[in-house]
């Protein structure tokens, strides 16, 4: 679930919400819109995070800043995004950052970290 | 449980970790940590979530890579990041970025969002 993804420098998306109760067909349109980001020109990975609290954190990679003004823009998540608001999220913040340093380590391969 | 900082440029350290099995004195840690980082020069704020499967994404707000720096090389906070490393993730990767756009919208205000 760590996102495997090129050399900086990229963009991410940071976004942090704390859920609402009301839950009708959230999860459907989330996994529908990690389905339909991996589409969009300049998608480079993702990942997400959500606690029994309902505070989670979904952080999207992105080749560049057109590329993150198109995919806020795409018609089915323009849809989404409203419900988001009006619905599912009691607040939410979106934060737009370039990635300038990054190192991994994983089970299979020591190293990267330094 | 967002994080109110300053209007950008600022930097983000995301952290995105799966967590191992093995669980001795990883809580008291991360609070540990997470109470120390708030001490330190150039913190701006802190959020946090993870999910019931181990996976979990941490974000710290910092106002310049020094200060990123200068936290990465504290003494008590690399002790942690040993532990870490050795024995609290099976893997993580740790990226640096500077925030240039934000927006929030939170129960109390709307607005913000564009």
Redesign the interface.
Known sequence: ???QLPD?PYY?V?F?S?RADADKDYNATAERMVELAAQQPGYLGI???????G???T?SYWSSLQAIDAWKNQAEHLVAQRRG?ETW???????????????????QATGG?T
Chains 1, 2 share one sequence.
Do not use: W
């Open positions: 679930m760590i996102a900086p991410a940071i942090s704390q990942e997400s995070a959500r606690g029994a609290d505070f989670g954190i952080v608001k999220y009691r607040e939410f913040a979106l934060r737009i950052a370039r990635v300038e340093r990054s190192s991994t380590r994983s089970a970290i």
